[in-house]
Nanobody, 128 residues
Framework: QVQLVESGGGLVQAGGSLRLSCAASGRTFSRITTGWFRQAPGKEREFVAS????????YYADSVKGRFTISRDNAKNTVYLQMNSPKPEDTAVYYCAARVTMAADYVRVSMVAEYDYWGQGTQVTVSS
């Protein structure tokens, strides 16, 4: 069992910045892959970013590339999503997810079905 808890969401101005955190507890996995997804009202849950256990391989959705940065601190069992220059269209509930089985480095791990555990989500609202 892995528990994931997101935090850091809230109201932010367009062009500002925000950092989301995902704290993991329970079993530890040395090869864990973590992803961030988001879901806006009336829309499907969509991929935002993923990161391998080492932190050296990351993938981003085109919509956030260049603005968002995913990182992790394994010593703290925490994954982050740095949101720079957020836009109103970034408004959504953001979810952290974990995959505990190894995925090849070239795989984006961008699908909901590829993950084993999910957090409860944190609301991010971007005002213009």
């Amino acid at each position: 069992q892995v528990q994931l808890v997101e935090s850091g969401g809230g109201l932010v101005q367009a062009g500002g910045s925000l950092r989301l955190s995902c704290a993991a507890s329970g079993r530890t996995f040395s090869r864990i892959t973590t992803g961030w997804f988001r879901q806006a009202p009336g829309k499907e849950r969509e991929f935002v970013a993923s990161i391998r256990w080492s932190g050296g391989i990351t993938y981003y959705a085109d919509s956030v590339k260049g603005r968002f940065t995913i990182s992790r601190d394994n010593a703290k069992n925490t994954v982050y999503l740095q949101m720079n220059s957020p836009k109103p269209e970034d408004t959504a509930v953001y979810y952290c997810a974990a995959r505990v089985t190894m995925a090849a480095d070239y795989v984006r791990v961008s699908m909901v079905a590829e993950y084993d555990y999910w957090g409860q989500g944190t609301q991010v609202t971007v005002s213009s």
